[in-house]
């Protein structure tokens, strides 16, 4: 009888716990998901190959960009400041910042985002590949040269088309009509965030999808399956993205953190690929039998 007690009583926390795996569980996927745009911010700065990419490329935009933010905040804080005061107390300046910056990322983003800027995503989320051993999902796409001292030296001219966010006017218009939700009080600013940045989330694996040869249907499967990661996946690069001056490079980072991510997944499958194959049970050899002759 003693011997009975410890599984009952294991079967008693089981079904206490029970009840909060389920969002325990989603805050841990939510959890995982939105570190990777901060893990890509530590693996970009730690491999020096990466830098070039940001320093010769996106240093000057990074400079026109602080000065489109100057005139906004210049011109454009203190005006909707005052207005939102009305409504938001002494609060109004959270309201007001991410209203102004949210201005700023729109004006960057029908600028210089989607003509100077994909490229050179596209080659951070490439050599991230690379880098993590995955280079056979690039070599059919474009020309690698495998003798190369660093992963973005290896890679070569792209030979299908090569986009990590497809550009659309519709993303500039998205961020144009959601910009008023920063007029509401507390939640208006954190559903900005998290509505744009749910669309920046499901686009983060575009390029990976392309390299995987995925049509249309077996890519929105793909975003399906992943939505509420790639909710808060994208809620964390877009609040690294408001970060004026500094929204270019962070561009990189996440791009960098969307290649770790894909390349966790394509070793998981690997894994299971590999179990599989060890657990599947052999067919036993024929019996014995002797030929009569």
């Not at 050599?127 to 020309?143: G, M, N, Q």
């Not at 954190?190 to 249907?217: C, D, E, S, V």
Request: glycine content about 6%.
């Amino acid at each position: 009888m003693p011997q009975s007690q410890p599984p009952a009583r294991s079967s008693r926390v089981e079904l206490l716990l029970r009840p909060v795996e389920r969002p325990v569980s989603y805050l841990k996927r939510a959890g995982i998901a939105a570190s990777y745009p901060l893990r890509g911010i530590w693996y970009f700065l730690r491999n020096k190959d990466f830098h070039p990419l940001f320093l010769s490329r996106l240093l000057p935009l990074s400079i026109i960009s602080l000065l489109v933010y100057l005139i906004l905040f210049t011109f454009a804080f203190l005006p909707q400041f005052a207005f939102l005061a009305i409504f938001h107390g002494w609060g109004a300046w959270v309201n007001a910042v991410v209203l102004v910056l949210g201005e700023g990322l729109v004006i960057i983003q029908g600028l210089f985002e989607g003509f100077f800027v994909d490229e050179c995503r596209v080659d951070v989320f490439d050599a991230t590949l690379i880098k993590e051993s995955h280079s056979e999902l690039l070599s059919p796409h474009r020309i690698l040269f495998p003798d190369a001292p660093t992963a973005v030296k290896m890679l070569g001219k792209p030979t299908t088309p090569a986009i990590f966010t497809p550009w659309s006017m519709i993303q500039i218009v998205e961020l144009i009509v959601f910009l008023p939700l920063n007029f509401i009080p507390i939640v208006g600013t954190p559903a900005f965030i998290i509505i744009t940045g749910t669309r920046m989330g499901k686009l983060a694996h575009y390029r990976w999808f392309q390299l995987r040869g995925l049509n249309k249907k077996e890519i929105k499967q793909e975003i399906r399956s992943r939505t509420w990661e790639y909710v808060w996946f994208g809620t964390a690069a877009m609040i690294l993205e408001l970060i004026p001056v500094l929204s270019f490079f962070f561009l990189l980072t996440t791009s960098a953190g969307a290649g770790l991510w894909a390349a966790r997944i394509e070793n998981e499958k690997r894994r299971q690929a590999v179990e599989s194959l060890v657990e599947e049970p052999q067919s036993p050899p024929p019996p014995y039998e002797d030929d009569p002759v």
